[in-house]
């Protein structure tokens, strides 16, 4: 069981928006804006999209954005393509002693 | 270009250990941690631990600890991750990654194309 919750799967039509959420306690999400959101498409290697909650890396598109309330975070896709078709994980640092971050389950996005 | 080349495929009977290599270009090596996450088969992501360069100094997740050794060579900017006693449920993909040293800094930025692990008798 992963310590961040995210939903196991969240689809959506090409040019549509879609949230995916990841919930996590006041000693990780909660408590730090230290969120970070990796994209994996299927036999590669995670890529940063997101980080300290709302920020985007250089050359990651404006279509992908990130925010926070409570012990909870959201990435947010707007206009959906097909290449956006992917596994998601968010992770966040947490306060435990002997672990650096965490991270979330995944979400298996669909693109219809 | 800054990237992390990881070294091949192992195959390894059950309470064996493997070593995972991980070499780093473009980038001082010492200003950044290397971390270790890895994805058994159809699942998610796992943290595993991190290694600073700079002083050598680990921290493990406590699920691995006793069983991960994570070390490195700053002549040669390599990092190394050793799991030992190895069980069929240690398959997977190994990836290592890094994270700026400095203060504040949580997410991973770079990351290994992964190193495949099979644990089979």
């Known amino acids: 069981q992963s310590a961040l919750t995210q939903p196991a799967s969240v689809s959506g039509s090409p040019g549509q928006s879609i949230t995916i959420s990841c919930t996590g306690t006041s000693s990780d999400v909660g408590g730090y804006n230290y969120v970070s959101w990796y994209q994996q498409h299927p036999g590669k290697a995670p890529k940063l999209m997101i980080y300290?909650?709302?920020n985007r890396p250089s050359g990651v598109s404006n279509r992908f954005s990130g925010s926070k309330s409570g012990n909870t975070a959201s990435l947010t896709i707007s206009g959906l393509q097909a290449e956006d078709e992917a596994d998601y994980y968010c992770s966040s640092y947490t306060s435990s002693s002997t672990t650096d971050v965490v991270f979330g389950g995944g979400t298996k996005l669909t693109v219809l | 270009q800054v990237q992390l080349v990881q070294s091949g495929a192992e195959v390894k009977k059950p309470g064996a250990s493997v070593k995972v290599s991980c070499k780093a270009s473009g980038y001082t090596f010492t200003g950044y941690y290397m971390h270790w996450v890895r994805q058994a088969p159809g699942q998610g992501l796992e943290w595993m631990g991190r290694?600073?360069?700079?002083?050598?100094?680990?921290n493990y997740a406590q699920k691995f600890q006793g069983r991960v050794t994570m070390t490195r060579d700053t002549s040669i900017s390599t990092a190394y991750m050793e799991l030992s006693r190895l069980r069929s449920d240690d398959t997977a993909v190994y990836y290592c990654?890094?994270?700026?040293?400095?203060?504040?800094?949580?997410?991973?930025?770079?990351w290994g194309k992964g190193t495949t692990v099979t644990v089979s008798s």
């Open positions: 300290d909650v709302s």
């Open positions: 990654a890094r994270v700026s040293a400095a203060a504040g800094y949580y997410y991973m930025d770079v």
């Open positions: 290694i600073n360069p700079n002083s050598g100094g680990t």
